[in-house]
């Protein structure tokens, strides 16, 4: 027998609905780095059966979960990253360091440094089941209503052979391990089509123009009360049932209950002039789907009132290609196309939020959808993020060519089992000692600063060192440990590199 979430009020909820969220839970929370919970799971399943009871018995007495809050658990800050404003009496000129240390000291004499921060939930095990479990009764119907052009956070879906009506929608498959599709496949696909859009309407020598826009801090100026929104849900498309709105209330409430408690927490905490908003919590695979349905009508002007040749949006990584009119030269040409074509209305540039002025490449553009579709969000583009590209010819298709073979040296490097020999000619390595704290390298027109590139070089390189660790004595191989720490001393473990690799820093 086939199990079938349905969620028909908490008086109805079952154990085998609590065993079949905690499964999925358990195997999100494996996948997701950005804070540990290995330890609380183990604790948790020492009693799992009498655990679940006490949960099912919590939620059947209270008719749910929001007013709980020990479910809120703790607050985290984890390092975003590390920005260099340059001081007044710095130079122009390049100067270069192998010296890690020596390139540190250089760095803080001639920039102030600005260290950011993000706030994560620290949750117990039984939030991750409520979350999980929303999931499997509600938020799947949600996922189902965004169109193939959101690629990132995506729930799996039982797959169109497995299916006896081929033209069925596909379901969300329940019984899978884990909630969502693994980042890495959807990631690949989400790049492999924006290069293959690009790399089509060259060949048919036309002129392209491939720009990617990136929101500003989204989780943290999101509203999470949005979700609850009857417009927003009409705009998808959903239809809920009563109990399934109570239960998506709840959940917005207990959302938006942890960011004011977010808010306070980082008022507490952070010291001097940089502020923390708590906004959609990063922690909860719940959030997940609201990130996602918050951008859906977003996505549905973009293909409409552009007609752009392809779109693709990875959470809050926007990727677009254009036919080239020969009236977009810059940034803020683009900007105002996107204004003209989507409505003043929707797109506006944000002169509260920032004292930009004409020019400077800090200016913020904000999007608003309406209140009725996402509550008090600020959705917010980041100019100094956005690339431009405007390709044509053979010159647009070599541009092309050089990124490709980068991506597939990578692809291939990750299929190969890992020679103690040959650690540091690997490819990872390559790119790592050559690009340093400033990166030349692009795995996608969308990082053209390098940044993805190297924390995907340092993960391979890292996954080559942990499989010898696995498969040889440790005394056939001492040398080449030796010289991979002194690596990772070099070009990982230094001073201006540590926001940007913290979370792969655990792994040595």
């Known amino acids: 027998m086939t199990y079938k979430a349905n969620f028909n009020g908490w008086q109805n909820l079952t154990l085998e609905d609590l065993l079949v969220a905690y499964r999925k839970a358990k195997a999100d929370c494996f996948f997701e780095n950005t804070f540990p919970t290995a330890i609380k799971f183990a604790e948790y399943e020492q009693d799992l059966l009498a655990n679940l009871n006490v949960l099912l018995s919590s939620l059947q007495t209270s008719k749910g979960f929001a007013e709980n809050d020990g479910y809120l658990g703790e607050f985290r800050l984890l390092p975003k990253k590390l920005s260099f404003k340059p001081k007044a009496d710095a130079g122009n000129g390049h100067v270069h360091f192998s010296n890690s240390q020596r390139a540190f000291e250089h760095l803080t004499k001639n920039n102030d440094l600005i260290p950011e921060f993000r706030i994560v939930g620290d949750f117990p095990v039984d939030s991750h089941i409520i979350s999980s479990l929303w999931i499997n009764m509600v938020g799947h119907k949600f996922d189902a209503c965004l169109d193939d052009n959101c690629y990132g956070a995506r729930l799996r879906r039982i797959r169109n052979d497995e299916l006896l009506d081929k033209h069925a929608p596909k379901p969300f498959h329940i019984s899978a391990i884990g909630s969502f599709t693994p980042y890495f496949q959807p990631y690949q696909q989400w790049r492999n089509d924006g290069l293959q859009a690009i790399r089509g309407e060259l060949e048919k020598d036309r002129d392209i123009i ?32 009563e109990e399934e709105q109570v239960f998506t209330r709840q959940l917005a409430e207990f959302l938006a209950k942890w960011a004011e408690q977010a808010d306070r927490f980082a008022q507490k905490t952070i010291k001097g002039k940089a502020k923390i908003a708590g906004g959609l919590v990063i922690g909860l695979t719940a959030s997940r789907i609201v990130s996602n349905v918050l951008l859906h009508r977003w996505d549905c002007l973009i293909k409409q009132k552009l007609a752009p040749v392809h779109y693709g949006r990875y959470v809050d990584d926007m990727f677009l290609v254009l036919r080239d009119t020969a009236t977009i030269a810059n940034s803020d040409d683009f900007m105002a196309f996107l204004q003209e074509r989507l409505g003043k209305d929707c797109i506006f540039q944000d002169t509260a939020g920032s004292k930009a002025k004409k020019g400077d490449s800090s200016k913020i553009w904000q999007i608003q959808q309406g209140e009725e579709l996402q509550g008090s969000s600020r959705i917010m583009l980041q100019s100094d993020k956005q690339k431009l590209f405007l390709l044509q010819g053979r010159a647009g298709q070599d541009l092309l060519d050089s990124i490709e073979k980068e991506i597939y040296e990578l692809s291939s490097e990750h299929r190969l089992m890992p020679s103690p020999d040959q650690l540091e000619d690997s490819t990872a390595a390559r790119v790592l000692s050559a690009a340093g704290s400033v990166g030349e390298n692009a795995d996608a027109l969308r990082r053209a600063d390098g940044l993805t590139i190297r924390r995907l070089s340092w993960s391979l390189y890292l996954r080559n060192v942990e499989t010898l660790a696995r498969d040889l004595p440790a005394h056939e191989w001492s040398a080449q440990r030796a010289d991979f720490y002194q690596f990772a001393h070099n070009h990982i473990l230094r001073p201006d590199s540590l926001f940007a690799h913290f979370n792969q820093q655990f792994s040595i």
């Open 210 to 241: 491939a720009v990617s826009l990136d929101l500003k801090s989204y989780y943290h100026f999101v509203d999470p009360m949005a979700l609850a929104l009857p417009d927003l849900h009409r705009e998808l498309g959903l239809e809920l049932t």
